[in-house]
């Protein structure tokens, strides 16, 4: 469960990206652009935490209602397990 090998956050600037690598080569066509939130939710996923202790983790961060931010970290999740970035 998590974040699949192969794939590190990068920041540039004030932009992150999410990185895919095979053989340690990047994989530029592949590359995912996010924002900060998106960063911070990668970060947590990365470091095995679960859906529900990455909004926790978010919610310290935020100034935010429990749940827009709960669907748009599910939102996010989805989108990462789309691009093959997480698996649970």
Not at 63 to 87: A, S
């Amino acid at each position: 469960m998590g974040i699949n090998k192969g794939f590190f956050l990068k920041k540039v600037g004030k932009e992150y990206m999410i990185i895919p690598t095979t053989n340690s080569n990047v994989v530029m066509n592949k590359i995912f652009n996010i924002n900060e939130v998106g960063a911070d939710i990668f970060t947590c996923l990365e470091k095995g935490k679960s859906i529900d202790e990455t909004v926790s983790s978010l919610l310290k961060e935020y100034d935010v209602n429990e749940d827009t931010l709960r669907e748009d970290v599910l939102d996010f999740v989805e989108e990462l397990r789309k691009r093959g970035i997480y698996n649970d």
